[in-house]
């Protein structure tokens, strides 16, 4: 479904100088697969992303969505930032619905659904101010997964959310994520989220970027909450750890201790 290839991206920073973020980048997505992608903060996992949905262009390489080469923003993918961004002025379900309002179509169906999914359906009349940052998130997800999109990209989609609720979320977002035909494509720095939710993690090394590891996630679906307590799990915790520690080493900003 995507397909990444030796993908380099770089950057004028400042007097002209450059820096290179992603150096030769390569990795496929099956359709319908949930995608993690970990790495060392500032090692160009937004960057990817962005490169993914169109906003940014490479320097070198190639990226396809199905058989069309990536050269700008379509309607084939949809982004969902860190921070909720959503359309003050709108109510929760105009907000969802507006994907399918701009397609042209009136789909209540969709958005009721998602709404109930997300348990959100008493709030679908309040406007986003009324509602806490783990709620707006919600409405950003619901908006995204009722679009016609069939590529999901997460930037970090929980990262504002306090560690109980990011719990239920992450299992909210698995069960929906289950119920629509999209491929995701999720960054995050959270190991055991990315595990819980991902049918494979790929981990990048330090900036200039490359793919460190590609760790399989073998844990069957729907995903039970207490598979987090599994031995394979926490084996698998402990493998993408020390991937992502010995970049941070490399760097030497944890030199006192070593990890074998
Ligand atoms: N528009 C930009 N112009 C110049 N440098 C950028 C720009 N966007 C990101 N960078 C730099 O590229 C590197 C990777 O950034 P980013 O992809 O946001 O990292 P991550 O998401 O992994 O933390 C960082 O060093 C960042 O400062
Ligand atoms: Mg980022």
Known sequence: MISVRNVVKEYV????????????????????????VLGPNGCGKSTLLKLL???????????????????GPST???????????FEWKTVYENVAFPLKSAGEKDSETVER?????NLKEFAGSY???LSSGMKQKVSLA???????????????????DAHSREFLQEEMEKIWLNTNKTAVMVTHDIREAL???DRIIVLTQRPAQVQAIVDVPFPRPRHPSIRF????????????????????KKGEVSWISVQ
């Not at 084939?76 to 959503?86: G, H, I, K, R």
């Open 76 to 86: 084939e993918s949809t982004l969902v930032f860190q921070e909720p961004a959503l």
């Open 53 to 71: 949905a169109g906003f940014e262009k490479a320097e070198d390489g190639s990226i396809l969505v199905g058989s069309t080469v990536v050269s």
């Open 230 to 249: 599994t031995q394979e799990f926490h084996s698998l915790f402990a493998h993408c750890w020390k991937l992502l520690r010995n970049e941070y080493e």
């Open 13 to 36: 920073v400042a007097e002209g100088r450059k820096i290179v973020v992603l150096d030769g980048v390569s990795f496929n997505v099956h359709e319908k697969e949930f995608v993690a």
């Open 143 to 161: 908006r995204a997964l009722a679009s016609k999109a069939r590529v999901l990209l997460l930037d970090e989609p929980l990262a504002a959310i």
């Open 114 to 118: 998602l709404l109930e999914l997300m």
């Open 196 to 198: 819980f939710l991902a």
């Open 128 to 130: 986003p101010c009324r």
